[in-house]
């Protein structure tokens, strides 16, 4: 079974065409070997009046016709003589008739001049048959030129027919997933109508579906900071409370766990504001990436110096893209916590901050161990820790990097840096520098 509807509807007018041209043909056919017939009876009877008042011999063949038609004018006399083929003839009636002559079946019309005297012009019915059939295939011949003509103009038609339904499709499979604006009916068939607001009201139903999820993740994570801060706050009281060293360790898991239950709701709350704010390039604000990146650098230089880890800049140019500074902030800072967080004491993060044509590239280089080649595929998922997790991670850093630089318009890699006597790791963002918004084209992470 054609599970295409372009090859159904190609089958299906093609077998029309196919069948109307068999039997077209076979009408053509008969009608054209008929005519054929009819003309060569007139050629006799033409020639025959021509000889109405000529003398021949009997059985010499007609000079002036063609020598393929082989056309005979047959002088009988007035009474029966010659031949057995001959007195035959001459018992025939005037006119037009089947008969035999020399053992060969022949159309013959045979006439009776005023004097009394008759004659008969012959053609055998195999030269005749013949010649009909060359003139009934020759009217054939236009109409099996035509048909693949037919199947191609079918073809054509078919696919322009069908072109609103791919461009429909491909505008689909280009948009984002969280893109879920209606589709427009101006310009597509009146075919497509119907499905086409079948597929509003879905993607209508969708939004109100993701908002309601977006509202859930941001209230729950908002309600849930309240009590997880409260919780932690009692936690550090005790720090200065006279315990046993058993009861220590479990408040220092208690804070540890406190620590990364806090840290996993600010990604969440961070998840739902980049998810509700504006889409469009053009409705964002403008912002310094380099200054955002001091900024962020500037407040991370503690952590870096506690865990003996040389953090710093390789290269920073001045660079503006459209971007909240938030968003731009949740970028770099969850690139150098990760950064932080794998790389050993004594290690080197370093940052670039450059311009490379019409694009923005941020760049941070550390020297952890860098990503199991089995984790590429999957790292940019949510709440994917890896192979090899460590420290309080949540999985959900570079998941909202990857989405806040998709709605950015821009690209994403991570590739492992390898050396003699080293590693690391090197993820490098590239946006659209303010003023050239589709300057990237749309292409995967990791590249």
Known sequence: MIRSLR??????????????????????????????????????????????????????????VEEDTEVWLIELGKTPRGSADDRQLFTLQDGLQVATWKNQPVRVLLRTRPDGSRFAVAQPTAIRDETARDVAFRTLLPIAALIPCLMVV??????????????????????RADDMTALPLSGTPSELHPFITSINGLLKRMRLLMDQHRRFVADAAHELRTPITALSLQAENLESVALPKRA??????????????????????????????????????????????????????????????????????????????????????????NALRFTPRGGTIDIGVYREDSTAILQVEDTGPGIAS?????????????????????????????????????????????????????????????????????????E
């Open 7 to 64: 090859g159904r509807l190609y089958v299906g007018l093609t077998a029309i065409i196919l069948l109307t041209g068999a039997i077209g043909s076979m009408f053509a056919y008969r009608w054209a070997f008929g005519e054929a017939i009819e003309l060569q009876d007139s050629i006799l009877i033409q020639l025959a009046s021509l000889a109405q008042n000529a003398g021949f011999s009997g059985g010499q063949p007609l000079h002036g």
């Open 154 to 175: 079918t073809a054509l038609v078919i696919a322009y027919s069908l072109r609103p339904m791919v461009r429909l499709a491909g505008d689909l499979d280009a948009r």
């Open 248 to 337: 220590r360790e479990r408040v220092a898991a208690l804070r540890q766990g406190m620590h990364r239950t806090k840290h996993l709701l600010e990604q969440l709350l961070a998840l739902a504001r980049h998810e509700a704010a504006p889409t469009g390039l053009a409705e964002k604000p403008l912002a310094a990436l380099d200054h955002v990146a001091k900024e962020v650098v500037a407040d991370l230089l503690p952590e870096a110096a506690d865990r003996g880890i040389d953090l710093g800049f390789a290269l920073v140019e001045p660079l503006t893209v459209h971007s909240e500074p938030a968003m731009l902030a949740a970028i770099i800072r969850n690139l150098l916590e």
């Open 374 to 446: 089995a984790d590429m595929d999957q790292i940019f998922e949510p709440f994917f820790r890896g192979s090899r997790p460590e420290g309080e991670g949540t999985g959900l850093g570079l998941s909202i990097v990857k989405r806040i630089v998709d709605s950015l318009g821009g690209r994403i890699a991570l590739e492992n840096v390898t050396g003699i006597g080293r590693s690391g790791l090197r993820a490098t963002v590239r946006l659209p520098i303010s003023g050239n918004p589709d300057s990237l084209p749309s292409k995967g992470a990791g």
